[in-house]
């Protein structure tokens, strides 16, 4: 439908927390918990017979903090420390008892941890880089990026190109999240040229050149990310969208497919195809995958607003109804899905209930151009009612905000005639054609 407001949008917003946590997600198999467990069991035992050995209560703390013990692991890590608080090697105790303080909420510990963790070993650069995670998990993000420059610097110095290559990555990450895109592409860049067999980092820049619309520039990254890793759900979904994005419509469907044959339950997958389908008019396919995103995440109110808009085109208002209210109900301050569910109400001839709508977007709204149309609905609605005055009010308010709103002059042409005011008419008439002669030179 024209004149409902159809979000094809990508969540590219977003997109920095949804990678980011992709790449650093840990799901451990049955085996690697069981690694831990048995860890634990040993280091206790070594641990009855040398009670006073700081490296074996941080040994058993890593384990508890891999399993997500974390009150566990802090408990062996303060052990730990106690024992040997001046030692290099103690750093590395108040970093892990740090990132479990994180877990728990406890921050304002976790960063004395790490302070302390630095004061004690101020060449490590894994220390910079984990309270550099830090402040980017808590948006201290130039901080974070104090920190990962500091990794930068130390890798460099120390000709550690693999762990230099991380601290470029992570700081990628950080102008990302800042918008700063060009910025994250250089860091991605010198990333990749450090360590070019490192899947996530193509894709990550990837993302970074959507963000900067550079489609295929995109493409060439998620592609060099799927052949590096072919089961990377994610690499196809985005690369779908650059496709979208340069109207090569059936190679998006084809990467969206394969994104939810590895990640069924992936429910944006389905909406960008189900964009697609409504690009190349196949309504009933995207009704389809609204439905399938809509059952994956039932309080996503684009899902309904996209569904709602292919049912109006459908000529099923009804439906479209439901779907526009469930929108409202989701994200009440929308100003497009009054003006939609308005234009619904006028097909269901409910007119009162169209005014109501139209004239809540006004109020939520103060973009006049957008607000033109808002009035010029409202218009349409009062004529129809017989309300010439409202009418003429209204048409008026659209042209004031868009003194070339062509569609407004002839609607009040109308009202004029109506109203027996002939002369403004004609004049409004004349308007009309001179903005359409403007428009066809």
Known sequence: MSKLKFLNFVFILVCCLVYTSHCLARDYTDFEREYYIENIKKYTEEIKQNPNEALLY???????????????????????????????????SYVYRAKAYKYIKKNDLALQDFNKAIELNKTYDGVYAARGMFYYEINEDYKAIEDFTKVIEICSNDNKDYNDYYGYQERGWVYDKLKQYDKAVADYSKSIELEKNAAFTYYNRGVAYINLNENNKAIKDFTKSIELDSNDSYAYYYRGIAFFRINQNDKAIEDFTKSIQLNPKDYYAYYQRACVYKVLDQKYKAIDDFTKAIQLNSNEFIFYNARGSMYYELGEYEKALNDLNKAIELNPNDIFFYNERGL????????????EDFTKSIQLNSNKYINSGFYYERGLIYYKLREYEKALNDLNKAIELEPNYSKAYFERASVHSKLGQYTEAIRDYNILMQLEIIQII
């Open 58 to 92: 941080g040994a058993r703390g890593e384990a508890y903090y891999e399993l997500g013990a974390y009150e566990q692991a802090i408990d062996d890590f303060t052990k730990s420390i106690a024992l040997d608080n001046n030692n290099i090697s103690a750093s590395s």
């Open 344 to 355: 619904i109400y006028e097909k269901l001839k409910k007119y009162e209930e169209a005014i």
